[in-house]
């Protein structure tokens, strides 16, 4: 007979799309793997090799993204709906990550500035991943140490833990997570960046935190790029 627990597994798998980080524990511990395999260790055989890697795709997806309202690094009230009619880059950040958030953030400003006048239609959002720094001033401090402050669309998203909480379940994100092995005052959280188009849909998954992964800001611009098109053509 098969158990309750047995079949809540890849129900739960299927409830959040092809290859979308699979489930908290599953997505917990590939976490920490990544971790511990990146940036030192990994196999000689993947260092330098082109990748075709454009994400994961999630049209599959029918419902709309989930909705949320948190404040921002100003202290505006902000939800998805208010950004209905532009094409939405969702991440993920921790104020006190010292690794690939500084790098994302980095990548955020390389796809805004790559975009040119496209990027009015685009707005650059983050979760707070870290449930011990939530007010205003840590994720303003962020904002201002990263320089993401010059993205006029750049909302850095807080609330209490009870809503950050909420955020990351809604999207099948993992944050405030284990110690991360090499630097146990940080939390693992996951590496995730979503891309909602103009009606509200998630679009795609992106995460390139692996060798000869093309770079995050060129896969953003791509896919916001194709997005406005095809509303061009409709």
Not at 131 to 149: F, I, N, P
Request: hydrophobic share 45%.
């Amino acid at each position: 007979m098969i158990s309750r627990r047995e079949t809540r597994i890849p129900a739960l798998a299927r409830s959040i799309g092809l290859g979308v980080l699979g489930g908290a524990l599953l997505a917990a511990a590939a976490l920490v793997a990544w971790y511990q395999w990146y940036p030192a260790g990994r196999p000689a055989a993947f260092r330098g090799l082109a990748s075709s890697y454009e994400g994961t795709r999630l049209d599959q997806l029918d419902a709309p993204a989930p909705g949320f309202r948190l404040l921002d690094q100003k202290g505006a009230s902000v939800s998805l709906a208010d950004f209905r009619g532009k094409v939405v880059v969702l991440g993920l950040l921790d104020p006190d990550c010292t690794d690939i958030c500084p790098i994302y953030a980095y990548h955020y400003r390389l796809a805004y500035q790559a975009l040119g006048r496209d990027a009015a239609k685009v707005a650059f959002l983050a979760f707070n991943s870290n449930d011990e720094q939530t007010s205003v001033e840590h994720v303003m401090a962020a904002t201002r140490k990263w320089g993401v402050d010059e993205i006029p669309t750049w909302h850095f998203l807080t609330g209490s833990p009870e809503e950050l909480h909420a955020a990351w379940k809604a999207y099948s994100m993992v944050a405030s997570s284990l110690p991360k092995p090499a630097k146990p005052n940080e939390k693992a959280h996951s590496p995730a960046n979503f891309v909602i188009d103009q009606s509200g849909r998630r679009r795609w998954y992106l995460s390139t935190n692996f060798e000869g992964a093309p770079p995050l800001s060129a896969l953003i611009v791509k896919h916001v790029k194709a997005l406005l098109a095809e509303e061009r053509r409709q």
